[in-house]
């Protein structure tokens, strides 16, 4: 693809694990470095991740972002001063449904609810919490396969993934894309001014529709495809190297 014009990109979405993060979790200096050469230079910076806010502050924070912050793969949308502006909620009869195929397929499961994320321990009463995700993680392809079979006969559910062996489910209508549309309208310009790093399915939506969706160098093979370029891995500072390509 043909470099665009560096000043056409006003704001970057970046995923956070898989992405940001190299495999120990931290954010490497070269990407801290990126980002805030990008952020002197007028751009928004937007950390977009499947994870809440109660398992992305501390790192999110060790950024000094200026801008919004896109939580539970689009569910919540928070503005520069940690206000939230936007929440989409996950039916908890959908909730339920989904802990019964966990019961009968006997696989390992979490979910995301507003007050907690709930990995071992689930609660009594599904109803007495307000639910925005549910993820599945399926070693085995066939069970796997059956269970997205299972998920995919309700349409009021948006199905992705944030590794090749497991599913994350959100509220229909529900994905990044749509939330960073929200965050580009509130700051007066359009999606083709934004540029999408990211490396899973969860990621594919804003990939897409960013103005450049850029894959990581360990992204699945079909966000690869769909995007507009690939950088290098997770490991090896793909996050800077885009920066540096597409916005410096």
Known sequence: MEKKDRNLIKLIAIDMDGTLLNERKEISEENRKAIKEAEEKGVHVVISTGRTRMTCDELVQSLSLQSYLITVNGSEIWDER????????????????????KQTHNTICWAA??????????????????????????????????????LEKNPE????????????????????????????????????????????????????????????????????????????????????????TWVL
């Not at 009594?124 to 599945?136: I, L, V």
Request: hydrophobic fraction near 45%.
């Open 157 to 244: 559910l948006e199905i992705t993934n944030s590794s090749p062996t497991n599913l994350e489910i959100n509220a229909a209508g529900v994905n990044k894309a749509k939330a960073i549309e929200v965050v580009c309208n509130r700051l007066g310009f359009a999606m083709e001014n934004v540029l999408a790093l990211g490396d899973s399915l969860n990621d594919l939506a804003m990939i897409k529709e960013a103005g450049v969706g850029v894959a990581m160098g360990n992204a699945q093979p079909f966000v690869k495809e769909s995007a507009d370029w690939v950088t290098s891995t997770n490991e090896e500072d793909g996050v800077a190297k885009a920066i540096r």
């Open 82 to 101: 940690g206000e939230l502006i936007e929440r989409k909620l996950l039916h908890t009869t959908f909730v339920e449904q989904m802990w019964q195929l």
């Open 113 to 150: 609810s507003v007050d907690n994320v709930w990995r071992d321990h689930f609660p009594e009463d599904f109803t007495a919490h307000e639910w925005m995700k549910f993820g599945f993680d399926i070693k085995n392809d066939d069970v796997r396969k059956t269970v997205l079979a299972e």
